[in-house]
């Protein structure tokens, strides 16, 4: 469904992504691991419009998309959780989740049946939907980024380092969360990652980004298993 070939892109002459290639199907989990600074969120970011890709080509369902700007690939239906969360702070839960729905015209009653939806999948959110969401906890304040995207209808879903800053119990329930939203909602995902282990954990796929390039790919069962990765990502 979504396709690059070939992007690079530059800030000013500074070239951050050399020649990228991938590809994910109709109900993958594809992630993308590397280090601090190898590219993670520059290709995101490219993807999503935000920076601007020089050469190559990126299509959705078969729509070039390369460029094009990121409000027009958000109502394409490319919706990105962006490193560290964004969240509105000082609106309540609830208002979160609706901003999330802005782009998407809806009943009253079709805005209260998503919100529903989303309490299903995030039961904590239920119980906190009046309380400011900067009060909440990082795990919490995750949840409500990753629902005020999935307001939106996504077609595909775009998470940038959903785990940064949480405690290990936390990141359990949220990579949990990330399997549900694939399976139950049939939602593909591109999942930026530093925490390598639990990346290729829920990916059927994964790439690994050095120095703004693709130096390996493959399935993440095969990957988790690769000496390189192994010693490079995986602290063996
Ligand atoms: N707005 C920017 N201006 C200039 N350089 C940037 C900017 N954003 C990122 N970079 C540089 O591009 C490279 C890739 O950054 P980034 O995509 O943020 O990496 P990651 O998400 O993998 O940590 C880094 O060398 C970073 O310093
Ligand atoms: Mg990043």
Known sequence: MLKVEHIDAYYDKICALHDISLEIGDDDIISIIGSNGAGKSTLMNAISGIVYGKNGRITFN??????????????????????GRE???KMTVLENLEMGSYSIRRTRQGMNDKIEEMYELFPKLRDRKSQKAGSLSGGEQQMVAIA???MA???????DEPSLGLAPVIVDDVFHIIERVNKEKKIPILLVEQNAFMALEVSSRCYVLENGRVVIEGSSEELSKSDRIVKAYLGG
Do not use: C, H, S
């Not at 070039?64 to 962006?82: A, E, F, H, L, S």
């Not at 209808?153 to 998470?159: N, V």
């Open 148 to 150: 005020r995207g999935l």
């Open 87 to 89: 969240i509105f702070p």
């Open 153 to 159: 209808d996504p077609k595909l879903l775009m998470l």
């Open 62 to 83: 078969g729509k070039n998309i390369t460029n094009q700007k990121p409000y027009i690939t958000t109502r394409d239906g490319i919706i990105q959780v962006p490193e």
